[in-house]
């Protein structure tokens, strides 16, 4: 079974910066894409980053130029630097791991159970 664990939210001030990690578990072989999604109160969820094995990245047009997302195929981890935080950016982040190949199966998608993001002064 896979297991995707979220960490590094937190409450940070406007303008400040924060680093969320994501790590895959469960006899894996590889991952296809892992991406970063957010959810605010009383909104949908949204893609916020996502990136490809390769390496390949793709941004909401709303974090463009603050967010970096980078990913380690040998630890299946998945990174997502922010800054220039903003109170907008405010909600939950959840990861998600894609295209999951383990010793003993293939799994569409799993996501993580999230992390608070905070900004406010």
């Known amino acids: 079974q896979v297991q995707v664990v979220e960490s590094g939210g937190g409450l940070v001030q406007p303008g400040g910066s924060l680093r969320l990690s994501c790590a895959a578990s469960?006899?894996?072989?590889?991952?296809?894409?892992m991406g970063w999604y957010r959810q605010a109160p009383g909104s949908q969820r949204e893609l916020v980053a996502t990136?490809?094995?390769?390496?390949?990245?793709n941004y909401a047009d709303s974090v463009k130029g603050r967010f970096t997302i980078s990913r380690d195929n040998a630890k299946n981890m998945v990174y997502l630097q922010m800054n220039g935080l903003k109170p907008e950016d405010t909600a939950v982040y959840y990861c998600?791991?894609?295209?999951?190949?383990?010793?003993?199966?293939?799994?569409?998608?799993?996501w993580g159970q999230g992390t608070q993001v905070t900004v406010s002064s």
């Open positions: 998600k791991a894609e295209g999951i190949l383990t010793t003993t199966a293939w799994a569409r998608s799993s």
């Open positions: 469960g006899s894996i072989i590889s991952i296809a894409a």
């Open positions: 990136i490809s094995g390769g390496g390949s990245a």
